[in-house]
């Protein structure tokens, strides 16, 4: 089993930063995937970031990319999710992700284990 905890999340005016942690522990292995989801108010969930643990490979969504930066601590088995200039619809429970697999998938159902997730408000 994997266990994945988030932390955080919070209140933030528009234009200000966040970061987000995610601490894997558990079953984890060399090879996987870290990923960032998230979910608004009467919205899908969505895929925000993902980083490759063997090599560092990454991606971002369209809606992130030049704002978000997804990180690692390979020491403390936690990834991070540095957002900037945020906006009021980056609005969302964000939940990380892990998927024990050497691709890096940005559908949430190729995700095996997830974090419960944290709160991030925007205001205007």
């Known amino acids: 089993q994997v266990q994945l905890v988030e932390s955080g999340g919070g209140l933030v005016q528009a234009g200000g930063s966040l970061r987000l942690a995610c601490a894997a522990s558990?079953?984890?292995?060399?090879?996987?995937?870290m990923g960032w989801f998230r979910q608004a108010p009467g919205k899908e969930r969505e895929f925000v970031a993902a980083?490759?643990?063997?090599?560092?490979?990454?991606r971002y969504s369209d809606s992130v990319e030049g704002r978000f930066t997804v990180s690692r601590d390979s020491a403390k088995n936690t990834v991070y999710l540095q957002m900037n200039s945020l906006k009021p619809e980056d609005t969302a429970v964000y939940s990380c992700?892990?998927?024990?697999?050497?691709?890096?998938?940005?559908?949430?159902?190729?995700?095996?284990?997830w974090g419960q997730g944290t709160q991030v408000t925007v205001s205007s």
């Open positions: 992700a892990l998927d024990r697999s050497f691709t890096i998938s940005t559908t949430a159902d190729a995700y095996e284990y």
């Open positions: 558990g079953r984890t292995s060399s090879t996987y995937t």
């Open positions: 980083i490759r643990w063997s090599d560092d490979i990454i």
